[in-house]
């Protein structure tokens, strides 16, 4: 047990680095630590690997908030709010609450893994293509709650994200698509996301402040980390609904298979806005919208695990490495491991539980130092996040150089859409998104006869349908009552 | 002035104390790039049971990065012919050239072959428990009572589930007629799991995987949504003989039973000097006598049958133009979809 509890812990502490490094993912750190997991049994091995997985997608929130830039593509969202809230002097604060929420988040998808396996396990196989493409699509919809005041330019944004995430390869028939003769090799697979993801968040940043001069740090004018608000529990009072609903969002998401974290978090992100008794505040540093994100994002942690143990297909990539350490030992995840493995299902839960502890000790109590770096000279900062940038984007695919140089080239794009006044948000919600969107849409009406009519035609599209509806016209309202406010000459 | 004798003695002393040629792969680090990101797959379990072996016996310090086809063929385009970068990879490497997914500077010409590691028998489709055919060949004589029918087979383009279904089509076209072979449907496939929930979602009637990797659904209390039956597998599984093999139910490719395994060969960078593949070859055959590799390999149900890179050469540039001498008589799979 103590040495399960000993690689649990180092799982953790990895995984937490691993999600910190922009660039690094939770999944990187699976697949790097896979082949040595064959040097024990398979317990201590999920030991080392749900540590690694649960570090790995909670470690992404601290870069989301001290320096803007989400360590993981599933921590997107955790930046909107959490940023704004250390550039008020509360990194501390924000990364209690974002280390909470992710603690509550994995404890609630644990329990939906621990009581809910099978029964949620026969509901996954009845959401097909049809539903998956307009989950996706529900996911999209948060792109106009962010474009509140510019909805018009950031839906524009949006599909500039989409058109550019259908560069490459179209796998319906191997054909390239949007790509130069010269850079057949390089963008066959397409552009890649983590290089664009903190190329348009930090290095757009970084030319900014160029431009600018550059700050002493990255606080407000006048803000002082010792004059800020604290952390405390009561951060949570009222918001218990919030972790509920995100964290259980989360999970569901992730026994989707094939619908990432990014759409977990993003869904999340926007029904907490949609209920919201203060929805103006959020994307200026409410609590309750990184509480959301965060939780959502380690509630899938549990839900992506799902169906992996009751179907044998994985619920996210992480989980599809966590496939290679059954295998490795001889064991196969399908519809009978559960019945024929009581022993390692129970094992798995147990490391689950230890490796949120672990998580949750690991970060909340040593914030305080990590949360000082908002403090530190911007000078000295931005050599470093610029050399973990590119680090990142070269471990992106193993050490591909041209995706450094797609680096910096989003890195002017982000600086680009600033300086003319188009969101970034939207624009990477679009490119995380275009993807899956195009290929639900193409499985959907291919396995219908390519009859359009399938989206309306089942209930729980039907639903979806509803929710899509629902959500576009609270945002367009919203949008318009803003509008209408800002020339009444009242501001948020 | 000094006698041959002398000569001779100092010649056999500085022969003597000369260090042996030192091993090119002892104390080096390795990369070994395989051609697809899962590492759920044959691909990387295959290379990283020969990885641990490798290691055993070059006495160096390896690791496999699953990078997917794309980065695998570019890295061994690319990467400098010195033996510590190559590739461990399946039938891929020239079907997806010979279905012309890539270009011609992926040929095998423009790499050195090394010696091959092993095979994997499992290649197979399988259907739903439910299906109202029991085998390949029962699905012909399905198809052939009622012009109707269809049957939507789900694989990947260029690769070996491509060849399984090429297989299939021109001995359903030989045998049963144009027609009916043209009853068959592609279905893009994907991962496995891509490909098992076109099945569940009923977006496809039958699909290709691995025979392992489908075997848990194959088994008895398997929920009925989810179970599966194996209808056509591409060679024999070892202790398996209750399985439909495509070369046992008659299914022919160039006119001799169809038996087809996935072979595991080393590809390193053109250019890659031959002590460097001799010292693989040495390697490759220690693993092939140690029954530790054999005993690795069939607990996954793959074969440790290994060759010499020469005659590893000679059997693929073989089995590839076999192959292309069938995919000459079969149509575009994109104009059965």
Not at chain 1, 213 to 241: C, I, R
Not at chain 2, 163 to 181: C, S
Request: aromatic residues 10%; hydrophobic residues 45%; charged residues 15%.
């Amino acid at each position: 047990m103590l040495l399960n509890i000993g690689l649990a812990l180092l799982g953790t502490a990895v995984g937490i680095i691993f999600g910190a490094i922009p660039g690094m993912t939770a999944t990187m750190a699976v697949a790097v630590f896979l082949p040595m997991t064959y040097a024990f049994s398979l317990v201590p091995a999920l030991y080392l690997l749900l540590g690694l997985y649960v570090g790995g997608i909670s470690g992404g929130l601290i870069p989301a908030i001290l320096i803007n830039v989400p360590g993981t593509p599933s921590s997107v969202c955790t930046g909107f709010d959490g940023y704004p809230m250390a550039r008020r002097g509360e990194s501390e604060r924000a990364l209690k609450i974002g280390i909470t929420a992710s603690f509550f988040g994995g404890m609630i998808s644990l329990i939906v893994l621990a009581f809910l396996t099978p029964p949620l396990a026969k509901m996954a196989i009845k959401f097909s293509a049809i539903e998956k493409f307009l989950i996706i699509l529900f996911a999209m919809t948060v792109i106009a709650a962010l474009s509140k005041g510019s909805m018009t330019k950031g839906v524009f944004a949006g599909f500039l994200g989409v058109l550019l995430s259908l560069v490459g390869e179209l796998s319906m028939n191997n054909k390239m698509r949007m790509v130069p003769d010269f850079l057949k090799t390089e963008l066959r697979s397409g552009f890649q996301l983590l290089p664009l993801l903190i190329g348009l968040f930090a290095i757009a940043q970084m030319f900014q402040e160029a431009e600018k001069g550059m700050q002493s740090n990255n606080l407000e004018e006048g803000v002082t980390v010792e004059g800020a608000k604290k952390f405390s529990f009561s951060d949570f009072k009222g918001q218990w609904v919030n972790v509920i609903r995100s964290s259980l969002l989360g999970t569901f998401m992730g026994i989707l298979p094939g619908v990432g974290g990014s759409a977990a978090s993003l869904i999340a992100y926007s029904q907490t806005k949609s209920f919201s008794k203060h929805p103006e505040l959020m994307g200026k540093g409410a609590p309750e919208g990184l509480i959301a994100s965060e939780s959502s994002n380690n509630g899938l942690t549990g839900g992506a695990l799902v169906p992996l143990l009751s179907l044998g297909i994985p619920g996210d990539a992480t989980t599809a490495v966590l496939i290679g350490a059954f295998l490795l030992q001889g064991i196969q995840v399908g519809p009978l491991f559960i019945d024929q493995h009581p022993e390692i299902w129970n094992q798995i839960l147990l490391a689950l539980v230890t490796c949120n502890i672990l998580m949750f000790i690991v970060m909340f109590f040593p914030i305080k130092l990590i949360s000082q770096v908002v403090k530190v000279r911007s000078a000295r900062m931005y050599p470093v996040i610029l050399l973990m940038c590119i680090v990142g984007a070269y471990a992106t695919r193993s050490g591909v150089m041209f995706d450094v140089w797609c680096l910096l080239l989003f890195g002017i794009v982000g600086f680009v859409m600033n300086k003319i006044g188009l969101p970034t948000a939207p624009f990477l919600i679009g490119f995380i998104l275009g993807g899956d969107l195009e290929k639900y849409f193409i499985e959907a009406v291919k396995g219908n006869n390519y009859d359009l009519a399938v989206f309306f035609q089942r209930p729980i599209a039907l639903v979806i349908w509803a929710l899509i509806a629902i959500f576009l016209g609270y945002s367009i309202w919203d949008n318009m009552k803003g509008g209408t406010l800002e020339k009444m000459g009242v501001k948020d | 002035m000094f006698n041959k004798r002398f000569i001779a003695s100092i010649l056999v002393l500085v022969l003597c104390c000369a260090p042996a040629a030192a091993a090119v792969y002892e104390g080096q680090r390795v990369r070994i790039v395989i051609g697809s990101t899962a590492v759920s797959g044959d691909s990387y379990m295959v290379a990283d049971i020969v990885n641990r072996y490798l290691q055993k016996y070059l006495k160096c310090s390896s690791k496999v990065d699953p990078i997917g086809a794309n980065e695998a063929f570019a890295t061994i385009r690319t990467a400098a012919p010195d033996g510590m970068t190559f590739m461990i990879f399946h039938d891929m490497t020239y079907l997806g050239v010979l279905f012309g997914s890539y270009g011609p500077e992926y040929d095998l010409e423009n790499m050195v072959i090394g010696p091959r590691v092993g095979q994997n028998p499992g290649s197979c489709f399988a259907a739903k428990k439910n299906a109202p055919y029991k085998d390949l060949k029962e699905l012909a004589e399905w198809l052939k009572a009622d012009s109707s029918r269809t049957v939507r087979l789900s694989v990947e383009l260029g690769s070996v589930s491509n060849l399984g279904f090429v297989i299939y089509y021109v001995w359903l076209k030989d045998t049963y007629g144009e027609n009916v072979a043209n009853q068959m449907r592609f279905v893009l496939g994907g991962s496995t799991d891509t490909k098992l929930q076109q099945l569940w979602d009923n977006n496809a009637d039958v699909i290709f995987g691995d025979y392992s990797s489908f075997l848990q659904y194959t088994a008895d209390g398997v929920d009925e949504q989810l179970a599966l039956k194996y209808v056509g597998i591409m060679d024999k599984v070892p202790g398996r003989d209750d399985l439909p093999v495509y070369g046992n139910m008659g299914i022919t490719m160039d006119g001799k039973p169809a038996y087809f395994s996935k072979d595991f060969l080393i590809y390193l960078p053109k250019g890659t000097p031959d002590e460097v593949v001799k010292e693989l070859d040495e390697a490759v055959a220690k693993m092939q006598a140690d029954p530790q590799y054999q005993e690795d390999m069939a607990k996954m149900t793959y074969a440790g049958n290994t060759l010499p890179s020469k005659e590893a050469k000679e059997f693929i540039y073989a089995k590839r133009a076999a192959i292309k001498k069938v995919l000459s008589e079969a149509p575009n799979i994109e104009d059965l979809e």
